[in-house]
């Protein structure tokens, strides 16, 4: 299918969007009178955000003893009609070779943050330089793109810590050198839906009904209260 020109993009944003405030508490305000919210509304809007911010978190922390490496740009399979990534099933062998506990599969709002720590290169460094590179105060602005490590490892611990890497709503990645390559996976995760929409939203994808079947994911959560 043919993208469309820039201009038709903006054009279709203007035409969509256009007549909607950019500033935050103005696009409040505007919702406020399209709404049309009443006190009562108002008061179930503070309700509802004062049970989700009372939801904990869970923490989890995998060290993957790995060097870190992007992904192969994604081919297309002309008899399948769709794209997909080599090697990807062997990343997921690998690992599961580091994640030996069962864990089960998170579902909710996740925030991950990724530590990549590359390679020294330590025939193009000082001794001081190494140690500094170890100290964090040198840090890799080359290859590999921290956008394609993320997609990397975000790919493959969907379906065996996450539910899918769509449930990511944010997080940091860092790149550093260090005399131990390895990678920093720190994944905080809600225990309970925002939402009734979001609750729907995910218990009614095919993953989440695979997941139950098969044992991947024990516990629902309870947290919270059922908005």
């Avoid at 869970?58 to 060097?67: A, F, G, Q």
């Avoid at 394609?148 to 997080?171: A, F, H, R």
């Avoid at 260090?178 to 995910?202: A, E, H, M």
Wanted: aromatic share 12%.
């Amino acid at each position: 299918m043919k993208s469309k020109t820039y201009k038709r993009q903006l054009q279709e944003y203007e035409e969509k969007y256009g007549h909607i405030p950019i500033d935050h508490d103005e696009i409040l305000k505007y919702l406020e009178e399209e709404l049309k919210l009443t006190e009562k509304d108002f008061q179930k809007i503070h309700e509802d955000e004062c049970a989700v911010a009372s939801i904990p978190w869970n923490t989890l922390n995998i060290v993957l003893p790995i060097i870190p490496k992007p992904s192969p740009r994604p081919r297309y399979h002309v008899k399948t009609n769709s794209f997909y990534v080599t090697g990807a099933a062997e990343n997921h062998k690998l690992i599961k070779c580091f994640i030996k506990d069962k864990y089960d599969i998170i579902y909710t709002q996740t925030r991950c943050d990724l530590d990549f720590y590359l390679p020294t290169p330590l025939s193009s460094m000082t001794k001081v330089e190494v140690y500094r590179a170890e100290n964090k105060t040198i840090i890799p602005t080359s290859n590999p793109d921290w956008d394609n490590l993320i997609k990397t490892y975000t790919d493959m611990i969907q379906g065996i810590l996450l539910l899918n890497d769509n449930i990511i709503s944010g997080g940091t990645v860092n790149k550093f050198y260090s005399v131990k390559p390895r990678i920093d996976i720190n994944i905080q995760y809600q225990l309970g839906y925002d939402s009734k929409f979001t609750k729907r939203r995910t218990e009614s994808t095919k993953a989440f009904r695979t997941a139950i079947e098969t044992g991947c994911i024990i516990n629902v959560y309870t947290e919270g209260r059922d908005f």
